[in-house]
């Protein structure tokens, strides 16, 4: 990419700025639930047409769009953005313009700029694509928020390693970062959520004869306590791991032994076979403990997305543009690992990538709640970043460096 094309770039976006503003609130205003993201797709697919796009839909919801650059090569790259919002309602006065206006749904996580933002991406690759080598593949993923994940369906579809996916990108606003900043790190980035629930069974009885009956509230302590020990007693100290019991549900009064109480919780990792570990351990501890007491359980695992684990090359890549597009100081370099999940991970069992964050927190837009709260907001100005960075990455060619 020259100078001079960089400079026409980053005046472009300029220009298509109050667009990306609008089409992000207007995506906010009307947010859907993953798998249920009709209309969005709609309007994905018809703007998309309308650049000129060729346009896939291999799932019922969401879209693939692909543009042949005009310099030809083998080179194919996918970008990608997710399109759900959230089971939650809306709060915030700072979104009073743009609020949603579906009852207990909105995008409090940002997912509608990503949208917006690759739909810039995909307006200014289109205008430049004489300048593109190769192929550029953008994919509108539904789903991101609820297993088994519209990335796991969408890279086990086939449709991406038929396009011929070399390498993918991908993003996520944050509010601990400010607007015109990106943050990544090579390697592990984001955990690997597994889920589980414990039932343990005992025998119910008066409060005054423990001894008549089995006592599934104590068994149930003793196990919170234990099941610590599987991770510092199990697992090698060097590998990141939590568990956490999150919820426990038991009894009705203050002199009955109840009959069972549930326990739910996650563990989160960055590799399978520690989360697998763990799972084996978890199971042994549950199967002793209430045995030993006369009691029984059930066990319940629920498998959640990979870890995202950032291949070294992609991301020396996208270091390498982005350092290029909007200077050194503004790409951070991650040092620890979030235990937060994504479904980007999927594509990256399959195609090496890169997913980083894209800042987008400010005092003055409000955007300083967590991602998933209400009140969430990302500064909208971070786009103008994001998309600059996904057309950088689309127009990099590797004798740039
Ligand atoms: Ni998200």
Redesign the pocket.
Known sequence: MTETLEKEITQRIEQIYPELVQTRRKLHQEPELSFYEFQTTSFLVETLHGYGYEVHQPLETGCIAVLKGGKKSDRVIALRA?IDALPIQEEGEHKSEFLSRRNGVAHC???DV?TSNLLGAAKILKEYKDDIEGTVVLVFQPA??KLPGGGRLLSESGILQKLGVQEIYGL??SPYHQPGEVAVKSGPLMARPDEFTITVFGKGGHAAAPHMAVDPVVLSGQLITLLQSVITRHINPTDPAVLTIGKIEGGSAHNVIPEKVEMKGTVRTFDREVAEKIRMQMEQTIKAVTEAAGGSYDFNWDEGYPAVVNDADTTEKMKRVARRLIGVKQVTEIEDPVMAG?DFAFYQEHFPGTFFFLGSGSEESGSVYS??HPRYNADERAMKTGVLILVGLALDSSDDS
């Open positions: 997710d996580c940002g997912h990503h991101e928020e996520h606003t994504e991602w998933h």
